[in-house]
C-alpha cells in the first residue's frame, strides 16, 4: 500500500542525492558545470502556476550554486505531451535531473519521460495521488504496480486538503452539502476518487458531496454544473 509516509521518504532526498553524488561526480571532476532541465506550463492555461519560475531561477542562478550549475528551463505549453517533449529535449542536451513543477499534467508527463530516458527526476506541485493517477498508478490500490524509474515527487496529499476544508467549514453555519468541481484530468480524478478522494474525508465529518461529475478542461459554460449545485442546495464548494 503506497502511504504518504513511504512515498516522503523516497522523494526530494533520494533525488538530490542522486544528483550531487553518483550522478555529479564525473562533471566536477572535470570543472564543468552540471545541467539541470527545469520544465513549467510557462504558456497556456496553467500559465499562473509558473507565474514565479523566471523569479525562482533568477534567484538560483544568482546564488553561489548556480556557479556550479546550469539550469534549462523549458515550457510545457499547459500539455502533457509539451512536458513529455520537454523533458525529452533536456536530456538529449545534457541534462543530468530535471525537475518540474504545475501541475500533474507537467509533473507526471516529465516523470514518465524521465524514466523512459533512464534520467531522475524531481516534481511537485500536484498532490502524491494525483502524481500516481498520471503514472496509471491507483492510489487506493497500487498493489504490484511498477513505480517509475528514478521519478521523485513531494507535495502535500488529499488529506491535508481535507483537514485546511474542514477547518475553514467549521466557522461557518452551513447545510454541510458540498459543491464538488473538479475537472476530467488526472487533479480531478484523483481528488474526486469515491475511495481515496475528498469526498471521503468529508462524509466523515458530516457533510454531503453534490457532485454531479468531472468536468472537461477549457469548460466555459458550467450552466449545468452549477444548475446541479443549485438543485441539491449546495451552501459550499470545494474544488481544483
Do not use: K
Not at 62 to 70: H, K, Q, S, W, Y
Not at 152 to 181: R, S
Not at 184 to 195: F, M, Q
Not at 221 to 229: C, E, P, Q, S, V
Request: overall charge negative; some cysteine.
Amino acid at each position: 500500500m503506497i502511504t504518504r509516509r513511504r512515498l516522503i521518504g523516497t522523494t526530494a532526498a533520494g533525488a538530490v542525492s542522486l544528483a550531487a553524488a553518483g550522478l555529479a561526480a564525473p562533471a566536477l571532476a572535470r570543472g564543468a558545470r552540471i545541467r539541470i532541465g527545469h520544465v513549467g506550463p510557462r504558456t497556456g492555461r496553467l500559465a499562473a502556476l509558473a507565474a514565479a519560475d523566471d523569479y525562482n531561477l533568477a534567484a538560483f542562478r544568482a546564488a553561489a550554486a548556480g556557479r556550479d550549475i546550469e539550469i534549462l528551463a523549458r515550457d510545457s505549453g499547459s500539455t502533457a505531451e509539451g512536458a513529455a517533449g520537454a523533458a525529452r529535449a533536456l536530456v538529449a542536451e545534457g541534462a543530468r535531473l530535471v525537475i518540474a513543477g504545475g501541475g500533474p499534467e507537467t509533473a507526471g508527463a516529465v516523470t514518465a519521460a524521465c524514466a523512459a530516458a533512464g534520467r531522475p527526476s524531481l516534481t511537485t506541485g500536484a498532490t502524491w495521488e494525483a502524481w500516481l493517477v498520471a503514472q496509471g498508478v491507483d492510489p487506493t490500490d497500487p498493489g504490484e504496480a511498477e513505480m517509475p524509474a528514478w521519478g521523485f515527487h513531494f507535495f502535500w496529499g488529499i488529506e491535508e486538503v481535507v483537514a485546511v476544508f474542514l477547518d475553514m467549514w467549521a466557522a461557518l453555519e452551513t447545510n454541510m452539502v458540498v459543491a464538488a468541481l473538479f475537472p476530467d484530468d488526472p487533479d480531478g480524478l484523483a481528488w474526486g476518487d469515491p475511495r481515496n478522494g475528498v469526498a471521503q474525508g468529508f462524509a466523515g465529518a458530516g457533510y454531503r458531496p453534490a457532485d454531479p461529475g468531472r468536468v472537461a478542461p477549457g469548460t466555459t459554460d458550467f450552466a449545468f454544473t452549477i444548475g446541479a449545485f443549485r438543485r441539491q442546495a449546495a451552501d459550499l464548494l470545494a474544488g481544483v
